[in-house]
């Protein structure tokens, strides 16, 4: 099993910045093919960005390209999401996903992912 915890989410004014982390623990983390999805409210979860387990590859959405980037850190294990220039549009609960890949793909399909956290809230301000 993988636990994630997803830490970071808050309140902020539109066209500023926040940085979500999600911390792993359990079984390895190299292998893992990580991702964040978001969901509004009254609106499906949907991907918003995907890294294979070396980093070597990302996908975004098109609606974040450019504003919101990923990263990971092996070492802690824990991935990122540096999100600036925020729009109202932005504000869901995000979530953090995993699942297991030793080769350099990265999934953009919510059903591809097997390990999820609970959730940090973000929430932008117009």
């Known amino acids: 099993q993988v636990q994630l915890v997803e830490s970071g989410g808050g309140l902020v004014q539109a066209g500023g910045s926040l940085r979500l982390s999600c911390a792993a623990s359990?079984?390895?983390?190299?292998?893992?093919?990580m991702a964040w999805f978001r969901q509004a409210p009254g609106k499906e979860r949907e991907f918003v960005a995907a890294i294979s387990w070396n980093g070597g590859r990302t996908a975004y959405a098109d609606s974040v390209k450019g504003r919101l980037s990923i990263s990971r850190d092996n070492a802690k294990p824990a991935m990122f999401l540096q999100m600036n220039s925020l729009k109202p549009e932005d504000t869901a609960v995000y979530y953090c996903a995993a699942v297991y890949s030793d080769d350099s793909s990265v999934f953009t399909t919510r059903a591809d992912y097997g390990y999820w956290g609970q959730g940090t809230q973000v929430t932008v301000s117009s």
């Open positions: 359990g079984r390895a983390f190299r292998p893992l093919v």
